[in-house]
Every structure is written in C-alpha cells, then in structure tokens.
C-alpha cells in the first residue's frame, strides 16, 4: 500500500517530545520495515528542513543536523518528483477553491499523492488537505476516524 507522508507526520515522528510522537512513529517505522510503501512530495524535503532548523527546540536543530536526519528517511521513504503539469494543477486547484498563501504546499503534497495513486496521506492536518477536492478527502483520514 503507497502511503504518503505529509510533513506534520514526519516532524512528529522525529520529535520524541512531540505530543502525536509515538503514532506518527509506528506509521514512520512500517514504512521502514515495508509494512507500507512510505512516499512523500520533493517539496516536503525543502519544508523538513525550514522545519527542522528553525524549531523553538533547544538545543536548535543544526543545518547540518537536519540534513542528516532528513537523509536517513530516504532509504524507505521514496521522494516523488513535482513537475510543471503538477505544480500547474495545483495552482488551478487553489485558484478554484479561491484559496491564498500557504495552503499551496499542501496541494502540492497533495498532487504527489494523486500522482502515485496513494492509499493514503499521513497528515495531522487533515483539513488542510480535506478541503482540496474529493479525491484527496477520499485518502486522508481524519485522526480518530481511520
């Protein structure tokens, strides 16, 4: 099954002191086992980083640090490249739904989901993503109904 991970899901599933850590966690460590086939968008890669290095954590997460964490997911969580036509359906997907700022990256995560025909998006937040369209709200659970 091809699960794809939003990026709230594997922040969580790094941070041993997030309040979702130890679900995200389990879902992190199926797709290492190959219990699933863990995706995620190429975008995500550039917003774990923004993440990882400007959390409020103390000691702050290094450049360096967050490269290297950001590295060891690749051997199981494969990256799904974003072209022009994807990132072109997005654009008209936020622009139909009159939607502004920074929910364009969820519909990018969200394109990478439609482009691999994912079960499922991982997501703690669903409704970023349930309010895109049908096909999307199909696949992402929303945490306790799944």
Do not use: W
Request: hydrophobic fraction near 45%.
């Amino acid at each position: 099954m091809k699960v794809l991970f939003d990026t709230s899901v594997i922040i969580a599933a790094s941070l041993p002191k997030h309040p979702n850590h130890a679900p995200c966690f389990v879902q992190l460590q199926a797709a290492k086992l190959s219990q699933i086939q863990g995706c995620l968008s190429t975008h995500s890669l550039a917003e774990l980083y923004s993440v990882m290095t400007r959390m409020p954590s103390q000691p702050r997460m290094s450049p360096q640090e967050a490269r290297t964490l950001i590295e060891s997911y690749l051997p199981y969580l494969k990256a799904i490249p974003l072209g022009t036509a994807d990132y072109q359906a997005a654009l008209a997907q936020m622009a139909t739904l009159n939607l502004p700022g920074g929910g364009i990256f969820d519909a990018l995560i969200a394109q990478a989901a439609l482009k691999i025909s994912a079960a499922k998006i991982l997501t703690l937040n669903s409704n970023h993503f349930t309010r895109l369209n049908a096909a999307i709200a199909q696949i992402t659970p929303v945490p306790g109904e799944d």
